[in-house]
């Protein structure tokens, strides 16, 4: 493969955004070598710059779950595009969706849109706050719900009680209020809610993590969560940016049977646009202006072009009833072949798997929070990474994010891919 115009593209970008940049993992540092930059893509392919074809198992970080160039979303956006781009008023395209979105989505009477899954993080988080009258809140290490500044928190020794800012420009005052607890440990949970009593106003999790690769919840997880919120007066939020109205029509809570007070939506829900969206019942959404006291605004949220993307994107899938289970035989498929193609060449690995989400660890440990996420070995990461692209196939630039599985793969797109990896397995 050529990436002479990436390679003079990119070194173009640096000048003038930062990195070259305008998201920090899409510069391939993790990984090293030059960023490909995209011209274009239909269904399950993305076109470079050179003219190279990759299948895509990024898909713009999971938006394009019906594949890319979508034509009912690509039409809906041109029509909508015809009649005005922005207004700042309350359109009908918006209730159409909400409606659609509320009937889809157990458990949430109202909706809000918002532009990204960042900003329906941060406004749940609030929300919350608003309600419950209580300042801290409960986020897992690995999972990532935006780049607002309450979420910015690593784990560190001694992060028992309250945490340290990862990022410079995060306060300590705002890294005291995030608590971090381990993924799929329910007695670190309690210890935690314990030596906080009375202070905690929400946990928030991926209810299937996907930042730190693709870990679902354990047996009884979710379930043991509900039930330390339900007895301490604690909201829980799902963050579903990147679960909802993939994992299920219903996403994760549908998925799992658990009901959240608070749901988080993006990715997906603006077919390939930039929108989010929190939600939930009426009792808790009533307390956000201009209903209630808790603050939330932003000029283009509920953009028509959004909510038509986002509403023909959700039309689709409630139409289509075999999708979630095609989606599911092809992620299953995959995994197969690539458990068969990196076991015959003997490379140690754990693949996890739920729904068309899926991804490969280079480590013989279950991979279950993000400390074992994190034993993977990064120097064949970094190899199988190349190796896959150089064979045209496209992953995330990163051990620790999941590869999106897409309705526009067909069996030889995943053919393709189990045969490089086998190929690519004989040199890790
Ligand atoms: N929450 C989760 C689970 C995510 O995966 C992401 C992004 O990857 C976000 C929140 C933030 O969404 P956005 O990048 O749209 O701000």
Known sequence: MLY????ALFKEAQQVIPGGVNSPVRAFKAVGGTPIFAKSAKGAYVYDEDGNRFIDYI??????????????V??????????????????ALETEIAELAVSMVPNIDKIRFVNSGTEACMSAIRLARGYTKKDKIIKFAGCYHGH???FLIAAGSGAVTFGTPNSPGVTQGTAKDTLLATYNDIENVKSLVEANKGEIAAIIIEPIAGNMGCIPPVEGFLEGLRAVCDANDILLIFDEVMTGFRLANGGAQELKGIDADIVCFGKVVGGGLPVGAFAARNEIMNHLAPLGPVYQAGTL????????AGLAMLKAINTDTGLMSRLEEKTKYL????????SKNNVTHT???????????????PVVDFESAAKGNNDTFKKFFHGMLNKGIYIAPSAF???FITDALTYQDLNETIAAVEEIAKDL
């Open 4 to 7: 002479q115009r990436s390679s």
């Open 59 to 72: 898909n713009s970080w999971g938006p394009m779950l019906l594949g890319h160039a979508f034509q009912p």
């Open 74 to 91: 690509v039409d809906a956006v041109i029509e909508k595009t015809k009649e005005g781009t922005s207004f700042g008023m309350p359109t």
């Open 148 to 150: 607002s500044d309450s």
């Open 301 to 308: 949220s509920g953009n028509p072009l959004a909510m038509a």
């Open 335 to 342: 995994h197969k072949g690539i458990t068969e193609a990196l």
């Open 351 to 365: 693949i996890n798997r739920i729904g068309s989400m899926i991804s490969v660890h280079f480590s013989d440990e």
């Open 401 to 403: 994010e999941t590869w």
